[in-house]
């Protein structure tokens, strides 16, 4: 079945990096993209930005320009997210999720497969 | 960047009963280009309706979504125990895509 499998929990001292994972099964990999999406604990969802499987420039929510990194392996079928000089207040799980329409459609569309989300603690 | 706005924040609603949820926004999504998702404790958000209107694979028909230019709505006919969680509405016309605050459906 389609589905993103996302990388375990992690802990981390403020200033440090994370790099989340999300491995695509159960679809063609090139054919969607994929969003990374945050969400505090006890708060809404918050957009970080979005990545072609297949390359070119991802697009990036104006806050976090400078500090996240998202690229992928296609090879694998994975799509990373890298956060750098971590603050407590990056403290969130993050999740990705896949696109409702393939990237050939050249429309956007919703997000309709998710991972489980990874948690990742920043703390002294 | 198109803000949303949910309303209400909270609403208390028992089994069996209607409820509808706004999603308003600072300008016109393109295309009716939003979604809606539904979020249970600890899980993973699910994609609920897409392009305004029609209802993602294995929504039941009790869910519907309207609207368009700067209003939206979700109507739940017949709340069923699984559907008291939390709903977002999403605009996917324009970057930043931005998410409303949500609205958390409770059983009164």
């Known amino acids: 079945q389609v589905q993103l499998v996302q990388s375990g929990a992690e802990v981390k001292r403020p200033g440090a990096s994370v790099r989340v994972s999300c491995k695509a099964s159960?679809?063609?990999?090139?054919?969607?993209?994929i969003h990374w999406v945050r969400q505090a604990p006890g708060q809404g969802l918050e957009w970080m930005g979005v990545?072609?499987?297949?390359?070119?420039?991802?697009i990036y929510a104006q806050r976090f320009l400078g500090r996240i990194t998202m690229t992928t392996d296609t090879r694998t079928s994975s799509v990373y997210l890298e956060v750098s000089s971590l603050r407590s207040d990056d403290t969130a799980t993050y999740y990705c999720a896949r696109t409702l329409v393939m990237i050939s459609a050249v429309i956007p569309g919703a997000l309709d497969v998710w991972g489980l989300g990874t948690r990742v603690t920043v703390s002294s | 960047e198109i803000v949303l706005t949910q309303s209400p924040a909270t609403v208390s609603v028992s089994p069996g009963e209607r409820v509808t949820l706004s999603c308003g926004a600072s300008?016109?999504?393109?295309?009716?280009?939003l979604a809606w998702y539904q979020q249970r404790p600890g899980l993973a958000p699910r994609l609920v309706i897409y392009?305004?209107?029609n209802r993602a694979t294995g929504i039941p028909d009790r869910f519907s979504g309207g609207g368009s230019g700067t209003d939206f709505t979700l109507t739940i006919s017949r709340l069923e125990p699984e559907d008291f969680a939390v709903y977002y509405c999403?605009?996917?016309?324009?970057?930043?895509?931005?998410f409303g605050q949500g609205t958390r459906v409770d059983i009164k």
């Open positions: 159960g679809y063609p990999f090139n054919n969607y993209y």
């Open positions: 999403q605009q996917y016309a324009s970057a930043p895509w931005t």
């Open positions: 990545v072609s499987p297949t390359g070119g420039s991802p």
């Open positions: 392009d305004a209107s």
């Open positions: 300008q016109s999504v393109t295309a009716s280009y």
